[in-house]
């Protein structure tokens, strides 16, 4: 069949999305751990970004990036798991053509986007080790608002790339996708054509969105570290460090699934190692953020206790 657009040769009008398990009691047990995790998400994601706009003290560019990070995370999942939540006490588990088209555009976008946020968050980090004295001059608010919006463009940009891409080869049936969401490498394994030339989009794509960012960030830490390396006291390393051990692991736990997702040939791709990786960034990740910043963070703390207070005076 030739590669024509989509409008004219897909017939299918659905999708149905399989999801974890067929077996009912399973899913009663998924709907409950994944909604808990939901919620927490949302509370944990919604608290920073309230504590960085209420609180004075995290008006700097850290938390101007923390916010925007948390803001993504809240929408990423949001954009996956109140469908997968309904799907799973549900029988009826389809998503329309338009609506999975929808879907894989934001969830891309908002995926994109956080991978660059991820490399200003080190250059915001980088600044403010090597150049302290620097640091209000260097990471000014115009450069925080621009890498912000430079960074959505690009989620824009290229996750529209990636959608016109797949849902321009013809989709004729079967239309069940063995996913709990519209996931890329998941639907293209329904097309009625040749997607070699998706795997290598998907690729290209994939190396400028992913390692590029990454080296960016390894590049940042690579100077950051020989700069602790020249701090004398151990205290003093430990306090530097410790600014930058947080962001590590939520690059760590984001990035590398997703590069495992997105850069390999889809004929070497099992749906449930995907969809275990899609839970981990996706979700896990998302639910994971706030832990990690807030445990490891003395301001935010700080900032958590002055609102609790606050609270409690208004009453």
């Not at 659905?14 to 899913?27: A, D």
């Not at 529209?160 to 293209?188: D, K, W």
């Not at 006291?233 to 997703?258: D, E, L, N």
């Not at 070497?268 to 899609?278: G, H, I, T, Y």
Request: charged content about 15%.
């Amino acid at each position: 069949m030739q590669r024509q657009g989509w409008r004219n040769y897909s017939s299918v009008t659905e999708f149905i999305l399989l999801g974890f398990s067929r077996n009912p009691q399973t899913n009663w047990i998924l709907f409950f751990l994944f909604l808990f995790i939901y919620s927490f998400t949302v509370l944990g994601n919604g608290l920073i970004v309230t504590l960085i706009r209420i609180d004075a003290c995290l008006h700097t560019p850290m938390y101007f990036f923390l916010s925007i990070l948390s803001l993504l995370d809240l929408s990423y999942a949001t954009t996956t798991v109140p469908q997968m939540l309904i799907h799973l006490v549900s029988t009826r588990k389809t998503i329309s053509y338009i609506g999975c088209v929808i879907q894989m555009y934001i969830f891309l976008t908002l995926g994109i986007t956080e991978t660059w946020i991820f490399a200003a968050m080190a250059y915001d980090r980088y600044i403010a080790i090597c150049y302290p004295l620097h640091y209000g001059v260097k990471m000014s608010q115009t450069l925080c608002v621009l890498l912000v919006v430079s960074s959505a463009l690009c989620g824009l940009i290229c996750a529209l790339v990636y959608t016109v891409f797949a849902m321009n080869l013809p989709y004729c049936g079967p239309n069940e996708i063995n996913h709990f969401f519209c996931e890329i490498p998941a639907v293209l394994k329904l097309a009625c054509a040749d997607t070699s030339l998706n795997d290598q989009v998907d690729f290209i794509l994939g190396f400028i969105l992913l390692l590029i960012p990454l080296s960016l960030i390894l590049a940042s830490y690579i100077r950051i570290f020989m700069a602790i390396l020249r701090i004398r006291s151990t205290q003093g390393r430990i306090k530097a460090f410790s600014t930058c051990a947080s962001h590590i692991t939520v690059v760590t736990m984001f990035c590398i699934p997703c590069m495992i997702m997105y850069m390999r040939p889809g004929s070497e791709a099992s749906p449930e190692d995907d969809k275990k990786l899609a839970l981990f960034y996706n979700v896990i990740s998302a639910f994971l953020n706030p832990i990690i910043y807030s445990l490891r963070n003395k301001d935010v703390k700080k900032a958590f206790l002055k609102f609790i207070r606050m609270g409690e005076d208004t009453q």
